[in-house]
């Protein structure tokens, strides 16, 4: 295999996982902020490569706003990442862009797959009186959205006839980044 492929191999297997796992913080963000917001009390947030993320309230006035918050703040604030990234004029625009695809459709996913199984925060939204079939009208976009946010990105992850040559620099701060999330998340997340 070429180093070429390897660098293509190891930025893949880095910075997807990276992506899960923030994600995961970015959805619990917008749980935690709506909470605040809204005048609720975040008890715990549960974090970890390990782990299903998930954000216990302990008083929460207004849950339909704190669970809705998770999945539409999680798919929307990393947009904010990829608008600084370009203002920054910051080399490799194709990361930001992927982890925020990544996160419209993880989110999408999520609401539309719990919308048939009552799992998650689905399950809580329609237990507080949310149709399922706006689940699915929120959800389907999102997922759609990531999809297109996606288009036209694998050359620049090094994949197809066109592919760019994927640097080595990517591939270390793939990797850092990676090792750094694991490590808050150990460390922060209350066992």
């Known amino acids: ?33 709506a909470g605040w917001a809204t005048g609720g ?4 947030v549960v974090l970890g490569p390990f782990a299903l993320s998930r954000t216990e309230m302990r008083d929460n006035p207004h849950p339909l706003c704190e669970i809705w918050s998770g999945p539409l703040l999680g798919a929307l604030l990393p947009w ?11 080399p490799a625009t194709h990361l930001p862009r992927f982890f925020a695809g990544f ?12 919308a ?34 996606w288009h036209g990105l694998g050359p620049a992850f090094g994949m197809g006839n066109g ?3 994927v640097a080595a ?5 793939s990797a850092a980044l990676l090792a750094l999330i694991i490590m808050l998340e150990l460390v922060l997340t209350p066992r």
């Open 1 to 33: 295999m070429s180093a070429g492929r390897w660098r293509q191999l190891l930025l893949t297997v880095t910075f997807v996982p990276a992506c899960w796992l923030a994600m995961m913080a970015v959805h619990e963000l917008g749980h935690v902020l």
């Open 41 to 44: 009390t975040v008890d715990h």
């Open 80 to 90: 904010l990442l990829v608008l600084g990234w370009r203002l920054a004029r910051v």
């Open 103 to 114: 996160c419209l459709v993880a989110n999408g996913a999520y609401l539309m797959a719990g």
């Open 116 to 149: 048939c199984t009552g799992d998650g925060d689905a399950g809580e939204l329609i237990g507080l009186g949310a149709p399922v079939w706006v689940l699915v009208v929120v959800g389907l976009p999102m997922l759609l959205g990531g999809l297109r946010a």
């Open 163 to 165: 592919g760019e040559r």
């Open 169 to 173: 620099g990517q591939v270390v701060g």
